[in-house]
T-cell receptor, first 115, second 118 residues
């Protein structure tokens, strides 16, 4: 089954404790992205990756890091989480733009609470 | 930069009736995609329908259809024969069709919460 997986689905942590949210896709997609969803703001892009070893900042990158060492994986790293990073996080993937149907496939989401 | 506006935060519809959700966007590009995503209480993002800007014909998927007005930069979603399972948050989204990194993202509206009355 074609899918994007994220782990963990729920996480409660404390300020300053480093954490990683994993994302993996099995569709051989070049493009991967992280979004955060906050009430009244919709979804905003944090980081994206056009392919292996190619990453760049989105609209709200402060406090986050990413890496793309393998095509299928795109982890999101919070090295020193703060309460303002409490949010719902989505990983998404797609074929590279200019090809395919344009839509991005989303993971199930990770609900993060930073105390 | 592209923007997407959903001005109605909430709407309600009677079961079996028809409802239209509004969306406007702003772009200087001529080739792009538009999407409606549904987010039920499970929080999963589900693609409802997509529209390619160069296609004049409005997209249709079963009970869901769009009214795409390119010149007016309007992209509304019509849900016919509304069902209880349609209750969710709906997001309108834009994506450039060009192969450029920064423009490859989905730009979302703030969403609209649709409730369905039995």
């Amino acid at each position: 089954e074609a899918q994007v997986t994220q782990n963990p689905r729920y996480l409660i942590t404390v300020t300053g404790k480093k954490l990683t949210v994993t994302c993996s896709q099995n569709m051989n997609h070049e493009y991967m992205s992280w979004y955060r969803q906050d009430p009244g703001l919709g979804l905003r892009q944090i980081y994206y990756s056009m392919n292996v070893e190619v990453t760049d900042k989105g609209d709200v990158p402060e406090g986050y890091k990413v890496s793309r060492k393998e095509k299928r994986n795109f982890p999101l790293i919070l090295e020193s989480p703060s309460p303002n990073q409490t949010s719902l996080y989505f990983c998404a993937s797609s074929r590279k733009t200019g090809t395919g149907r344009g839509e991005q496939f989303f993971g199930p989401g990770t609900r993060l609470t930073v105390l | 930069a592209q923007t997407v506006t959903q001005s109605q935060p909430e709407m309600s519809v009677q079961e079996a009736e028809t409802v239209t959700l509004s969306c406007t966007y702003d772009t200087s590009e001529s080739d792009y995609y538009l999407f409606w995503y549904k987010q039920p209480p499970s929080r999963q993002m589900i693609l409802v329908i997509r529209q390619e800007a160069y296609k004049q014909q409005n997209a249709t998927e079963n009970r869901f259809s769009v009214n795409f007005q390119k010149a007016a930069k309007s992209f509304s979603l019509k849900i016919s024969d509304s069902q209880l399972g349609d209750a969710a948050m709906y997001f309108c989204a834009y994506r450039s069709a060009g192969y450029t990194g920064a423009n490859s993202k989905l730009t979302f509206g703030k969403g609209i919460t649709l409730s369905v009355r039995p």
